[in-house]
């Protein structure tokens, strides 16, 4: 059986996202496992398995270092149970930036190999063009301008962008040359609040924030950020929970009942049956 099998709810797509613009916020949140994409599934109309699994799930410093097959991977877990959110897989470092070719080759793979409705790519400069040439050959494009992580080493850390003039200018265009190239959508990230609103105001389709402005059409988080598990989060996280506090609470109360011999009780065990 296929791991990407569709059931009777009708799943939200790429021009159902381009629809919203100017409308109710677009709710959307990074997902990278089946567990997590269940839970998260009802409540959002978009969820990104967003390369920042690389530094969440797997420890990796910056999003450099995550290859297409992890990507296709946690794109699978999460198409296995998100049923009704549109399902977005980013492109990660390395397998887009080259040949608008080698983009398509690897932006089908992941398509057909996780049954993700659309990929996202950093819209660099030089990337507009592939935009252009993946949307005309039938692969729906969600753009990320501003704050590009997979651009961390030229930049010299994650830094907010576009707080004034060359930048600003540059960036604005960026945005609309994505939306030109025919992004269906375009996650704005960490920029200065007047930028995001003149993007969200300049481009006809929606805007996707994530440290930009409540006025974008739509806002995304980490979901681990927002949950709360990690120590450090960035100026633009609100915790909506506490998880680490909750996991380390649980499993203490694990330790203790396993040291004093409490773990596993009469109810947890099995008994051979009687006669
Ligand atoms: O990789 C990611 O999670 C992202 C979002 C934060 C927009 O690109």
Not at 239 to 267: C, H, N, Q, S, W
Request: include cysteine; glycine fraction near 12%.
């Amino acid at each position: 059986m296929s791991s990407h099998r569709q059931d009777a709810v009708r799943r939200i797509a790429a021009p159902d996202i381009a629809a919203r613009k100017g409308g109710v916020p677009i709710v959307c949140l990074t997902a990278y496992t089946a567990p997590m994409a269940e839970i998260l599934d009802e409540h959002c109309d978009l969820l990104l398995v967003g390369d920042s699994v690389g530094m969440v799930v797997h420890g990796l410093p910056n999003t450099v270092g995550v290859t297409l097959e992890m990507m296709i991977l946690h794109g699978q877990a999460v198409m296995r149970t998100a049923r009704r959110a549109m399902v977005v897989v980013d492109m990660p470092f390395g397998s887009y930036e080259g040949a608008p070719e080698t983009a398509y080759e690897n932006a089908a793979r992941v398509m057909k190999e996780t049954g993700a409705q659309a990929v996202k790519v950093e819209s660099g400069p030089t990337v507009v063009a592939t935009i252009e040439y993946l949307v005309k050959r039938g692969i729906p494009v969600m753009g990320h301008v501003g704050l590009r992580p997979q651009a961390v080493l030229v930049d010299g850390g994650f830094k907010a962008k576009g707080k004034a003039g060359e930048e600003r200018a540059r960036i604005l265009e960026e945005a609309k040359a994505t939306a030109a190239a025919g992004a269906f959508a375009v996650v704005v990230e960490g920029v200065a609040e007047g930028l995001a609103r003149e993007i969200t105001e300049a481009i006809s389709v929606p805007t996707i924030g994530i440290g930009a402005s409540a006025g974008c059409d739509g806002q995304i988080l980490v979901t681990d950020d927002m949950l709360g598990l990690f120590d450090w989060t960035p100026k633009f996280v609100r915790r909506y929970g506490d998880l680490r506090a909750e996991i380390g609470k649980a499993v203490g109360g694990y330790a203790e009942d396993v040291r004093a011999r409490r773990f596993p009780g009469p109810a947890e065990i099995y008994f051979a049956k009687a006669g």
